[in-house]
């Protein structure tokens, strides 16, 4: 059985984040992030979660 949005999920773990940080970069509550990685995202979803997974990825940069 696959693993719904495991390449979304494999850039949290690679950039050494959490979800609760990436959630919180985008808005939303850890449990609404933990909700929507269930089922397939929609792109609005999806470019929400990796615009956020960027940004923090390139604060932790500097």
Same mark, same amino acid.
């Given at each position: 059985m696959a693993i719904q949005? #495991?390449?979304i999920r494999d850039s949290i773990y690679e =950039?050494? *984040?959490?979800?609760?940080e990436v =959630?919180? =970069?985008c808005g939303i509550a850890d !449990? !609404?992030?933990s909700k929507w990685l269930r089922t397939p *995202?929609?792109?609005d979803r999806?470019?929400?979660v990796e615009k956020a997974i960027a940004e923090l !990825? #390139?604060?932790v940069k500097q």
């Open positions: 949005n #495991q390449p =950039a050494h *984040l959490k979800n609760w =959630a919180e =970069a !449990t !609404t992030l *995202l929609n792109d999806r470019k929400r !990825t #390139q604060s």
